[in-house]
């Protein structure tokens, strides 16, 4: 049973491929039939995401068990010089990626359900949604390096078409070429690491290439600096991908798309690409200490950097991509001093955690519309915020469970990968750790700032909008649910 259940695990990142084509093509051919099945949007999104979670359990649970690592390859193009093959790989990396990128997606899919449901343009929502979790499947389960840069890229394709959603905005649009040229520095760098290593190795397979790279290594059969070049090479395009200094530039400005694109993929999946590419090569990276010594060096600084430029940030969700900056830079040193189970629990721990304060800000912003009247402009801004613990008290208790444990405070999860990292780090570097201990501090404090300023204090506005009329109502339609109401009065806490 277990050979069978790895025997048919290259579907897993096709299960979800129909969606985005039966909804893309339906657009282009029967817009009209469509949308009238505008309520039956997110059902085979979740189904679908919900069956390869399954198959990933299953995958966890028999290596915990007999520690198997699963490879199949078929065979692509062959001649006397060349040879590329295409396969899937099943080994504990993949199987944590996999239940990680199923459980937060379904998450968000139900959760933009009602978030997105007043968009003339959801179902192309959903058409980009599905796409991008297919390519990070595909990405997650790749067993070459041509597959992952295939994948990658797709990966990035789809963050330009979610971040410039509201393409007829300038400065979405503005944000979303940003974040592509961005990318496109490191996918470079990545595409010419790929191409050296295979002159050096002669493999594109993770296993032949480490089993050739060591025994050139110990042999002393290859240059040293053109080695170096090609780990260096590599490593830009996890420092593109994960908004590593100094190509950390794009991700606040990604905020521009979607509050839901904003938890799914600068939160929780296509940032940590980066950090997976690097725990994927990790065998290469970890014989030559002068990258590690930079890895190392990289995340430092982003950890530092990512945390100052958090503390002076007025706008929500830009306050909270600064605080996913530091936190992969803790990841991104994890890996550069050798701690690679942390980097990993971290990225976990992580994710959940920083889902759930997207998803909370998203709550928010739409309260700030709702409640007050705000526009879409100032709904961000956290000066203009206050007083919400009466009127959102669900969302305020998510909201501080996911600031408490991004702190690092016990027994939530991120206190103990953070606590790993932090000690791991003492081995090192005292100067590194010195900087992290204080970047922890920095991060408790600009969290239970943003905390403070959303849900203590009063409102300046009270359910009031800027034209002087009160907002009597307002309507959400949802899958999930019957069509429903709320009146929003003074003396009536609202429930969000």
């Not at 915990?64 to 010089?81: A, C, R």
């Not at 239940?99 to 343009?121: A, K």
Request: glycine fraction near 6%.
């Amino acid at each position: 049973m277990e050979h069978i259940t790895y025997q048919y695990s290259w579907i897993i990142p096709f299960v979800t491929l129909p969606v985005p084509v039966l909804i893309g093509g339906g657009l282009l051919l029967f817009p009209a039939a469509l949308e009238k099945l505008r309520r039956m949007r997110a059902f085979p999104n979740v189904l679908l995401l919900s069956i390869i979670m399954i198959f990933s359990t299953d995958f966890s649970i028999q290596q915990i068990n007999n520690s198997s690592i699963y490879q199949y390859l078929w065979s692509w193009t062959i001649n006397n010089d060349f040879s590329l093959e295409f396969g899937y790989l099943i080994d504990p990396l993949t199987s944590i990626l996999l239940i990680l990128i199923t459980s937060i997606g379904i998450l968000v899919l139900i959760y933009s359900d009602n978030y997105m449901s007043h968009d003339q343009s959801y179902l192309r929502f959903f058409a980009y949604m599905s796409f991008f979790t297919t390519s990070m499947l595909g990405l997650v389960t790749s067993s070459n390096l041509i597959q992952i840069y295939i994948f990658w890229e797709l990966v990035g394709m789809c963050s330009y078409l979610l971040i410039g959603f509201w393409f007829t905005r300038p400065i979405a649009s503005n944000a979303c070429q940003k974040a592509f040229l961005t990318n496109r520095v490191g996918d470079f760098g990545l595409l010419l690491g790929i191409l050296g290593l295979y002159s050096i190795t002669g493999s594109f397979e993770f296993r032949d290439l480490f089993e050739i790279f060591n025994k050139l290594i110990y042999n002393n059969e290859v240059n040293s600096l053109f080695l170096i070049l090609c780990a260096f090479l590599l490593f830009s395009g996890a420092i593109a991908k994960s908004a590593q200094f100094p190509l950390h530039v794009w991700l606040p400005d990604a905020m521009e798309g979607p509050t839901p694109i904003s938890a799914l993929i600068h939160a929780a999946t296509m940032v940590a690409a980066g950090i997976f590419l690097i725990a994927r090569l990790f065998p290469l990276f970890g014989i030559i200490p002068y990258i590690m010594n930079l890895i190392a060096l990289i995340g430092i600084i982003t950890v530092l950097l990512g945390a100052t430029l958090a503390l002076a940030q007025k706008d929500i969700k830009r306050s909270l991509a600064y605080s996913t900056m530091s936190q992969l830079g803790y990841m991104m040193l994890a890996l550069g001093i050798g701690s690679y189970r942390a980097a990993l629990f971290h990225l976990i721990t992580h994710a959940y955690s920083k889902a759930l304060l997207f998803l909370g800000s998203g709550s928010i912003i739409h309260s700030m519309e709702f409640i007050v009247g705000y526009s879409p402009d100032k709904s961000q801004n956290m000066v203009l915020m206050g007083g919400l613990l009466k009127h959102v008290p669900i969302t305020k208790t998510a909201f501080l469970l996911g600031t408490l444990s991004l702190c690092g405070i016990p027994p939530l999860a991120c206190f103990w990968s953070k606590d790993e990292i932090l000690n791991d780090s003492w081995f090192y570097s005292p100067i590194f750790a010195i900087i992290a201990c204080f970047t922890a501090g920095l991060t408790a404090f600009y969290m239970f700032r943003v905390y403070l300023l959303i849900f203590e204090g009063h409102l300046n506005v009270h359910f009031q909008n800027f034209s002087g009329k009160k907002n009597s109502s307002f309507y959400s339609i949802s899958l999930w649910g019957k069509e429903r109401s709320k009146m929003l009065k003074k003396k009536k806490k609202f429930v969000y």
